[in-house]
């Protein structure tokens, strides 16, 4: 079993920046890939970064590609997502996850964390 804490979210300008952090507790972290989705009101769950295990490869949505970067800490069993150039439309609560992905590069969930909002003014 793997326990996902995120943190870091919360309420910020246009332009701005925030830096996400998923802290995982439980079965070794370091053998797991990691990443974060995101889920607007009314919209389904979508997939925004992740990280191989090594944290040698790294994979964006194009909606956030040169303006956010995830990276891990296998020390410190964390995850984080630096935030910058944010966007109303980057409203949303942003869930991180630990997993896997399959042959053709589909990701495949084993653990949630309980999200925290990401709040965007204009």
């Known amino acids: 079993q793997v326990q996902l804490v995120e943190s870091g979210g919360g309420l910020v300008q246009a332009g701005g920046s925030l830096r996400l952090s998923c802290a995982a507790s439980g079965r070794t972290f370091s053998n797991y890939g990691m990443g974060w989705f995101r889920q607007a009101p009314g919209k389904e769950r979508l997939f925004v970064a992740r990280?191989?295990?090594?944290?040698?490869?790294?994979y964006y949505a194009d909606s956030v590609k040169g303006r956010f970067t995830i990276s891990r800490d296998n020390f410190k069993n964390t995850v984080y997502l630096q935030m910058n150039s944010l966007k109303p439309e980057d409203t949303a609560v942003y869930y991180c996850y630990a997993g896997s992905t399959d042959t053709i590069g589909s990701i495949l969930v084993d653990y949630w964390g309980q999200g925290t909002q990401v709040t965007v003014s204009s």
């Open positions: 990280i191989t295990w090594s944290g040698g490869s790294t």
